[in-house]
């Protein structure tokens, strides 16, 4: 009997922990797919006054959600994916060009297209125009046929007739809605994003780190801190800190995002930026004597002395 209720206690223990797993892995798909649902993108399209595209020009975004920067590609387009929703500041930079400034709020599940021309106000606030992630399909008329009331032949005393009824009109078969053609902006928009999207996620490039040679710093961290500036206004209010960036590279070492994991001042993250951009280069992960898309995490810190 003892040993009979021992059995059922270590069963119980067993099911209750089970219920307590299962319980944690639904958690965990809910809690990963509402994340996936609240992430949108930011695009647009960088310009001088005139339209013409600006390629190369870096787009920061800083929010309590993200900070992070892209640059625009050949055609003046930049993309930034899974985006948290939230209110940001925009700011734009490159070697010879003025500053461009504005602001931007980013609405969960959606694609927010923002144009920057540059040279423009730099205090004008910049609205994007948000548009729904779901798509529908297209909605094509159906005309509406009414049934024809059955005529009956009409019967003459003398000669009683059978009413012949006379056929019920069918509707005609919908034809499909043809879809509008592209636009040359929708194209190159939906070629940013493609793009984009074949960076290697944080998830690959772990999985591919101990098979390759990781990127590195030509000069090692020694040239960020000697093209490093101490922002000026930061040094008058003796205000020290540390950001912590993420850098990442195409297959070539050039940068293609950068997302600031530990941010501080905002002059100290905007620094960071320039330096990281502008000032030094990057030897790409090799992989099998081929280089390959990845990223490194460069630590930099602002300290007085």
Known sequence: MLASGLRFVAQLKILIGTMKRTQLTLWSILLFASMSFSQSKLIGRVTTEDGTPLPAVLVAVSGAAATEAAFSNAQGYYVFLNI????????????????????????????????????????????????????????????????????FAEARASEPKRAELKPIAKPEAAKPAEPAAKSEDEKAIEQAVASASQLLSDADIAALEASMSPAEVVGGIAAVYKNLKYPEIARRQRIQGQVVAKVYLDKEGNVVKIQLLKTAFEAFNEEVFRTLTEEVSYKPAMMHGKPVPSALVIPVKFELK
């Open 84 to 151: 948290p929703p939230g209110e940001y500041s925009v700011k734009t930079s490159k070697k010879g060009l003025p500053n461009w400034k504005g602001q931007v709020s980013i609405v969960a599940g959606t694609t927010n297209r923002l144009d920057i021309r540059i040279g423009a106000d730099e205090k004008a606030v910049a609205a994007a125009v948000p548009k729904k992630e779901t798509t529908k399909p297209a909605e094509s008329r159906v005309a509406e046929a009414k049934p024809v009331e059955p005529k």
